[in-house]
């Protein structure tokens, strides 16, 4: 009787997690790398960097999450390259991990179209990291203002700038208008945080632009009810150190936050396959790299059309269904079955705007509002990973409903660390 056949996983998000669960006491030797230790539930993500929740609140580690997997090792490590004629997949300290399949779901990083050097003064939302950097800033912002009031007796209204109308940007933007408003209201006692400006920039003719015409518009109208300024077609042609270009004019901020643009992991180009503009690789319809069936590329990483022709969206139950299916793919072939295409299978999106403010679109149906935050909720708390996770949410949610209070308003770092964009 032969070795089971090798099985690794890049990337330990969405994608790579739910196939390592497929595989999980499955007849393969299955090994999961991933630069973290640990998994995060991106769609919280915005709630730490509002200071919502706590970094450990929506990540839990790989290990504690695969140990029941007998057949299943996490290796930390970054993959760098994938040599295809050895099967081996080399790490960033030349180390390398052999394999017979190959799954590929690095992810996805924000994209600054070709303007890296925006991103320090305009920090993006994709791992714990960027959250805390960004609850940092945010909470940092106030504190200056306030010193300054202290000191020289005059501030001026701060300056809140997010830049792109899709989910986390409208996410981000209305959480903070809530901690302006709110959450901070009676905390400080020489500036008005009520009279912050939160401004929201969209290149588009309308916000959350994946959903129907009509939910966008209603999205819209929540925002602005929490003081949010929604500038559509405001398209940002600059970033800089404490301003921001639109077209010919430029505002000053005191905080810029990017939630647009998004690139898929490097590594896609290294695979010597043709990637789109994204750097998304296209994938056969079985998720595999044309020409090289024991390499399958998922989740944020891969581009596969729905029979629309439109391409499956960047969104988690997407990389889940994707890492499933790569998966049985693979089981299908030792057992000599055919594999199965991807078809996506859309459950509905949503998105929250603020407290009882939210959208969602289900099967048809529209929601808006109370309805669709409650909803919004139910559904967040339903896939976090980890009992205790879910407790610790609910419990902080129902604390932030009831008090307005912010559980985790933590600032690591220091003031001039902020003046100097870094």
Known sequence: MGQEPRVVIIGGGFGGLWAAKALANKPVRVTLI???????????????????????????????????????????????????????????????VAYDKLIVAAGARHSYFGNDAWEQHAPGLKTIEDAVEIRRRVLLAFEIAEREAYITGYRKPLNFVVIGGGATGVELAG????????????????????????????????????????????????????????????????????????????????????????????????LGAETDRAGRVLVSPDLSIPGRENIFVIGDMAYVEQANGEPVPGVSPAAMQMGELAAENILADIDGKPRRDFVYVNKGTMATI???K???????????????????????????????????????????YMTRERSARLIVGDADELREGK
């Open 175 to 270: 959480a903070i208008a809530d901690i302006a408003r709110k959450a901070l209201a009676n905390d400080f006692k020489l500036i008005d945080t009520r009279q912050a400006r939160v401004m929201l920039f969209e290149g588009s003719d309308r916000i959350l632009g994946t959903f129907h015409e009509e939910l966008s518009a209603s999205a819209k109208e929540q925002l602005e009810s929490l003081g949010v300024e929604v500038h559509l077609n405001g398209f940002v042609t600059g970033v800089g150190d404490g301003r921001i270009r639109v077209g010919d004019r430029e505002i000053e901020c005191d905080v810029v936050l990017w939630a647009t643009g998004v690139a898929a992991s490097p590594l896609g180009g290294k």
């Open 354 to 356: 603020g407290r009882k």
């Open 34 to 96: 991933d630069r973290k230790n640990h998994h995060v539930f991106q769609p919280l993500l915005y709630q730490v960097a509002t200071a919502v929740l706590s970094p450990g609140e929506i990540a839990q580690p790989i290990r504690r999450i695969l140990a029941k997997a007998k057949n299943i090792e996490v290796i930390l490590g970054d993959a760098v390259e994938i040599d295809e004629e050895q099967c081996r997949v080399v790490l960033n300290d030349g180390s390398q």
């Open 358 to 400: 939210a959208i969602a679109e289900i099967g048809g149906w529209r929601f808006r509002g109370f309805v669709a935050w409650l909803m919004w909720l139910f559904l967040h708390v339903v896939f976090l990973i980890g009992f205790r996770n879910k407790l610790a949410v609910m419990a902080d949610w129902f604390w932030a």
